[in-house]
């Protein structure tokens, strides 16, 4: 076992999976410098034509992405901030997409996506903190979110090696944490959950960073003898819909919690699907960010994000209500 | 070369007029973007063109889509919906490709191919040939921002990319004049790199203009720029006509149909030579349309088809 960096486990895919294809290339802004260190010191082992710093152009760099892979390359895009996927919506969501319906399958488009640093970190205000993951699904793109480092140096692989577009998001609230990491780290197929904690009473669904708060919330729980499963979807699209069912024919109650707005959120799927398809006892509960843009002021920040005081009001009030069945 | 020339544009106009005359009939569905009275510009530019090169098209892509060499009984059985067309059904006259050719697809947003043909050009660059890539947009696009952006990226790059401006005076009703301000082969020459305006009408001279920027491209000295001055005969789309629009008086495409690109390069050729390229044509149309038409239709069980390379199918819109 070593201790890793998720940020370093990012690196390390990186890395490990340019020097395994030759068609792999990174691009975008400052990729060279590598603000976020997904992209550190490749420049020294792989060139500028394999590490390719763009103007501020994101519209183009993204689109240029997908015309490499219809040539053969398998091209990975780094975004500094998540906002910027607004702009790149169109060529990601309309172009990249789109293509493989639109020809009837003529091509792949195998292009990854990385969003280092999505999500809010206390200060960033509102267009520096926005963590769009369930747009990007919610238009049929992949998309992952990676809760820790080991998750996130498979699901870049995976990612990589998918023949479709895959949007990844890193969390910003998780990119210096460290944990034990196994010796030998292997790709992880998109469209498999994790459970990280077993449990018999409920099922909370957490994903991306909100995941360690789970945890704790659950550890916390477990002292007063209520057994919490904490269950990781880790891609959003696929999403593992089993692996979820599993979970709730064993707790028949849930919670999700999720930081993207409400309204349409990854929770509202979750919990639209789970109350036509699954076997819960109770009505189910979601803890999420709010529906509104995260303000500068840090007080005001963190009334808008979902917390472990909301989660923990949320599992009781699950396991408190009467059972329909 | 000139026979070769006058038979794409003669395709691309019968092609173009039975696809318009299925369309009102409702044996095509929406609405097609039709090409004619700019068939010069995509049978000039493309007959510059080797089959590896990459070409990005638009909304009305019918003519680059041809004149690439894609099969216009696979066009034709795509514009009406059957599972023997080049997409499979699947993308119709507005994404309508064929990548093993290089066409990387007609597309609904006007500028979105330059980008994705700059990657292409790039791609070509690393894998150590001289192929080239050819993104072709109208007037209306050199006012949208994502083309600046790759204009900026291919000459900091020096990419071989050629960028091929149909203005055909136009962006759907609104008048280039207009819409743009200063000129256009000068706002591609601030990106450093060479542009010029020719005659869109006639398919030698757009022909000339792209063997010299394609020249260029192949020789590693980067992008260029050609402006060509066409003009559509017909609607901006199949529906136009029952609505009215006034934004152009008869008398204009009038005076534009005098130069009409088939009478000027035919006017070059014998007339039984046209008669016979004609000829030529109308059986090769019409072979396409009885292909198409007795090409079977998709089935329903089938929608979810391709959107995904791998992993599971994409979710019904009911549950079990």
Known sequence: ?325 | MRRDLYRTMRTIRRFEEQIVELVNANEIAGVTHEYIGQEAVASGVCAALRRDDVITSTHRGHGHVIAKGAAVRGMMAELLGRTTGLNHARGGSMHIADVSLGIYGANGIVAAGAPIAAGAAWAGVQAGSDRVAVCFFGDGAVNQGVLHETMNMAGIWKLPLLFVCENNGYAVSFAQEEATAGSIVERAAAYGMPAERVDGMDAEVVLEATERAVARARAGEGPSFVECTTYRFVGHHTAERTMGLGYRTDEEIERWRLRDPLLVTGGRMSPDDVAAVDAEVEALLQEALAFARESPRPQAADAMEYVYATGPAPRQGVSA
């Not at chain 1, 890395?15 to 792999?24: C, G, I, S």
């Not at chain 1, 200060?123 to 998750?151: E, I, M, N, R, W």
């Not at chain 1, 034990?180 to 669904?205: C, F, K, N, Q, Y």
């Open chain 1, 1 to 325: 076992m070593a201790r890793m960096r998720y940020q370093q486990a990012l690196a390390k895919a990186l890395r490990d999976e340019m020097t395994r294809d030759e068609k792999v290339f990174i691009i975008g802004e400052d990729v060279r410098a590598s603000l976020r260190g997904v992209s550190r010191g490749l420049v020294a082992d792989f060139g500028r034509q394999r590490v390719i710093d763009t103007p501020i152009s994101e519209q183009a760099f993204t689109g240029f992405a997908m015309g490499a892979a219809l040539a053969g390359h398998r091209p990975v895009v780094e975004y500094q901030i998540p906002s910027l996927l607004f702009t790149a919506f169109e060529p990601i969501v309309n172009q990249a997409q789109k293509f493989r319906l639109m020809t009837g399958g003529q091509a792949t488009v195998p292009v990854t996506y990385i969003v280092p640093g999505s999500g809010a970190r206390l200060g960033l205000a509102a267009q520096h903190s926005d963590h769009p993951y369930a747009l990007f699904a919610q238009a049929g793109v992949k998309t992952v979110v990676p809760a820790t480092a080991a998750d996130a140096y498979g699901l870049l692989i995976g990612a990589i090696r998918e023949d479709d577009p895959v949007v990844f998001f890193a969390p910003a609230a998780v990119l210096g944490t460290r944990e034990e990491v196994p010796d030998e780290l292997d790709a992880i197929p998109l469209g498999s959950g994790r459970v990280h904690r077993a449990g018999d009473d409920v099922t909370i669904v957490a994903i991306g960073h909100l995941v360690r708060d789970a945890l704790v919330v659950a550890a916390d729980l477990a002292e007063e003898g209520i057994s919490a499963e904490v269950w990781d979807p880790r891609s959003i699209l696929p999403f593992d819909w089993e692996g979820l069912r599993a979970s709730v024919e064993k707790t028949g109650r849930l919670v999700v919690f999720d930081d993207t707005n409400r309204t349409c959120g990854l929770a509202a799927e979750v919990l639209a699907t789970a109350a036509e398809e699954f076997p819960l006892v109770v009505a189910p509960k979601r803890v999420t960010r709010a529906d509104a843009p995260i303000p500068f002021a840090v007080e005001l920040e963190l009334a808008l994000l979902p917390n472990r005081e909301q989660l923990v009001t949320a599992v009781r009030a699950v396991l408190t209500k009467e059972a329909l069945r």
